[in-house]
């Protein structure tokens, strides 16, 4: 397991993503058209679009890159997972802090506990 990110991140409107190509261009339906959850849309090629349960503030975030598929633990009270292709040799913006992925096929596990009191934790695996 390799962290990639570990600290809070400001918020704004609910929302918090990663832009692996430039800037997110603000279609967030986009985001998740044909997906079943509101929490994570990656349907838009670089980009991966979180909803949180704040509309403006910080929150804690954890993204870590796993060899193996991480045990699910009893403790989230939300866990989502998507399909999300990083473009090879991209150095990705986190809410406005750099963040280096691989340039590969993940499987995000979008995992949260405290949102409907709109203080959470996330983590990404």
């Given at each position: ?6 600290g ?24 998740f ?50 399909s ?22 993940l ?19």
């Amino acid at each position: 397991m390799v962290e990639l990110f570990s600290g809070q991140i400001q918020v704004q409107y609910g929302q918090a993503y990663i832009g692996l190509t430039g800037p997110f261009d603000g279609d967030m339906g986009g985001c998740f058209l044909g997906q079943g959850n509101g929490l994570c849309g990656a349907r838009v090629p670089a980009i991966l679009f979180l909803v949180t349960g704040l509309h403006t503030g910080v929150v804690g975030i954890d993204i870590r890159l796993c060899d193996a598929e991480p045990a699910l633990d009893e403790g989230w009270e939300e866990i989502v997972e998507v399909s999300f292709s990083a473009p090879v040799g991209r150095s990705g913006w986190w809410s406005g802090r750099r963040m280096r992925v691989c340039g590969c096929r993940l499987r995000p596990r979008l995992i949260v506990r405290g949102i409907r009191r709109g203080g959470w934790r996330r983590g990404m695996r």
